[in-house]
């Protein structure tokens, strides 16, 4: 059974930057298209960013304005979104989800998401 573990959610400052990683065991997230959400009270989770199984197709969500992005080292097995520039509005939670796998034999789809990592940016 595959496990997502979120880490590197803390408090940060206005301005700042904070690096999220998601480590992936029990599948390979490189099969594996990537995603990272996020969620805060009162509204309704939201994409934030994606990276297909081959890493060639990523996206972002409008608000991101080019200070995340999202990486993946698939020798360790992990994955990444790097924030710049963080504002008050981007405290959440955040999470990672994998779903795949893609271009390998599987006997079925599988979808795992992470318990969630805390970002809070203070103004």
């Known amino acids: 059974q595959g496990q997502l573990v979120e880490s590197g959610g803390t408090l940060v400052e206005t301005g700042g930057s904070l690096t999220l990683s998601c480590t992936g065991s029990?599948?390979?997230?490189?099969?594996?298209?990537v995603k990272w959400y996020r969620q805060s009270p009162g509204k309704e989770r939201e994409l934030v960013a994606s990276?297909?199984?081959?890493?060639?197709?990523?996206n972002y969500g409008a608000f991101v304005r080019g200070r995340f992005t999202i990486s993946r080292d698939n020798d360790k097995n992990i994955l990444y979104l790097q924030m710049n520039n963080l504002e008050p509005e981007d405290t959440g939670k955040y999470y990672c989800?994998?779903?795949?796998?893609?271009?390998?034999?599987?006997?079925?789809?599988?979808?795992?998401w992470g318990q969630g990592t805390q970002v809070t940016v203070s103004s």
């Open positions: 029990g599948f390979s997230l490189s099969s594996y298209a």
């Open positions: 989800n994998a779903d795949g796998p893609f271009g390998v034999a599987a006997p079925r789809h599988y979808e795992y």
């Open positions: 990276m297909n199984a081959g890493g060639l197709r990523i």
